[in-house]
């Protein structure tokens, strides 16, 4: 017969996927896919790693208890109803599913499909996670490849800007979703993260200002930046993308699909790692944000939905309004460009 061990977990309150990925991270740990001391590392504070995530079915829901009630009132806040009643039955009985469900060939398949996807592809990719400390030389190969044509001006200019220290302070609203600034040698200016609206946009809606507000400071500190960005961003819709679904699983888009609509507004970032974060508002006629990452650096992934997506000179598309996404830990010098058109304009 097989082992089946019952893991019951206790709490005020659990974060969404919490249950799954403890077990999905046990799990490697217990087989040394993963160090022995996962567990301390992936919950320090100034620490976010990716966590395997279990697959569903096998959670349930066992009891649940109002203890502050219980203690003021003294009595069990279901005492007396069909809850209490029923209760003790109902977990044993969900088992018993569960069990039978889970014992099927066809089940049994699926759950091993997984370990082995765990074992052959998350866990080596969070391990290279935790060693990015050690990745020195992959910078030094990230320099040694020459940048696309199509964002050799762009990156310039984005260069001139950082090392010049005139680099525009990032919004309080933003800087809560960037876990650090990071300042490096290629970059000794300020970092961080700013704002451009797009002077062409419908017709030059914006030029003068975004109703009685000015333009952003960026847009007269760096007119030729701001040219260069939404320039950049036409030459791209016209190229093959990615684009991130609901799950946060890419696929690729095709120019023969239609062009890209012109966006608004680009958020210029420079060495910013940001936290899991969802963004405000809805485009105006665009669901879509497009990143693009650039400069000589490694790591820095998009995770959308806990899936990892390579943006260093490989645009992607993804729904910021609706989907998680954060920036992976990286070594080097990081610059990202995201265009988008928010709601309300």
Not at 68 to 95: C, I
Not at 164 to 175: F, M, Q
Not at 305 to 334: K, N, Q, V
Request: charged share 25%; with cysteine.
């Amino acid at each position: 017969d097989e082992v089946v061990a019952l893991i019951e977990f206790k709490g005020d309150d659990f974060v969404n996927e919490q249950v799954r990925r403890v077990v999905g991270t046990a799990l490697a740990v217990a087989h040394g896919w993963l160090p022995s001391d996962f567990f301390d590392v992936a919950t320090q504070s100034d620490t976010f790693l990716e966590t395997p995530l279990a697959p569903p079915g096998r959670l349930y829901l066992d009891s649940v208890r109002f203890h502050f009630e219980e203690l003021r009132t003294g009595m069990d806040f279901f005492a007396g109803s069909d809850v209490e009643r029923n209760k003790g039955l109902d977990g044993g009985w969900v088992q018993k599913q569960l069990l039978e469900e889970k014992s099927t060939s066809d089940a049994k398949e699926e759950e091993h499909k997984w370990l082995c996807e765990l074992r052959d592809t998350v866990a080596p990719r969070i391990r290279r996670e935790l060693n990015r400390g050690t990745v020195l030389g992959e910078v030094a190969e990230a320099k040694s490849k020459p940048v696309p044509d199509v964002y050799s001006n762009t990156l310039a200019l984005l260069r001139s800007i950082a090392r010049s220290g005139n680099w525009p302070d990032t919004s309080t609203a933003r800087s809560t979703v960037i876990r650090k600034l990071k300042n490096n040698t290629e970059s000794k200016g300020k970092c961080g993260s700013f704002t451009v609206v797009n002077p062409n946009f419908q017709d030059g809606l914006y030029k003068n200002g975004i109703g009685s507000d000015p333009p952003p400071l960026g847009n007269s500190l760096f007119p030729r930046l701001v040219e260069a960005v939404f320039d950049l961003e036409e030459k791209l819709s016209n190229l093959t993308l990615k684009e991130a679904n609901e799950n946060g699983e890419a696929s690729t888009k095709m120019p023969s699909s239609g062009a890209r609509p012109t966006s608004s507004h680009c958020a210029i970032n420079c060495n910013a790692q940001f936290t899991p974060h969802v963004d405000s508002g809805r485009g105006a006629g665009q669901s879509l944000s497009m990143i693009v990452g650039l400069g000589d650096y490694v790591g820095g992934e998009l995770g959308v939905e806990g899936i990892f997506h390579g943006i260093r000179y490989c645009p992607m598309e993804f729904d910021g309004w609706e989907l998680r996404h954060w920036t992976s830990a990286y070594e080097g010098e990081r610059f990202s460009l995201v265009w988008f058109t928010p709601d309300n304009l």
